[in-house]
């Protein structure tokens, strides 16, 4: 797996633990609607680390807890 795809399973596993709507997560993040919907659907494949961190204030987590699973610990390498 891609660290892309990580970055949006992530993204969606947590708006559902949370019972998050997109909408609510722009709102609570200060991220446009567009700009979660180009990442959770595939338009926007590198989101940066200062608009992960503000959607982890948004959902009142750390960075440190939105990279720690097990999806991100076994990432392959990206370079090939």
């Given at each position: 797996?891609?660290?892309y795809?990580?970055?949006?399973?992530r993204?969606f596993?947590?708006?559902?633990?949370?019972k998050?709507?997109?909408?609510k997560l722009a709102?609570d993040s200060g991220?446009?609607?567009?700009?979660?919907?180009?990442?959770l659907?595939?338009?926007?494949?590198?989101p940066g680390?200062?608009?992960?961190?503000?959607?982890?204030?948004g959902?009142?987590?750390?960075?440190?807890?939105?990279f720690?699973?097990?999806?991100f610990?076994?990432?392959?390498?990206?370079?090939e």
């Amino acid at each position: 797996m891609k660290t892309y795809a990580a970055v949006k399973n992530r993204i969606f596993e947590l708006l559902y633990e949370k019972k998050l709507s997109i909408h609510k997560l722009a709102i609570d993040s200060g991220v446009a609607p567009s700009t979660i919907k180009n990442i959770l659907y595939g338009k926007s494949q590198n989101p940066g680390i200062v608009t992960i961190k503000m959607l982890c204030d948004g959902m009142n987590i750390s960075l440190i807890e939105f990279f720690n699973t097990e999806e991100f610990k076994n990432l392959p390498q990206e370079l090939e």
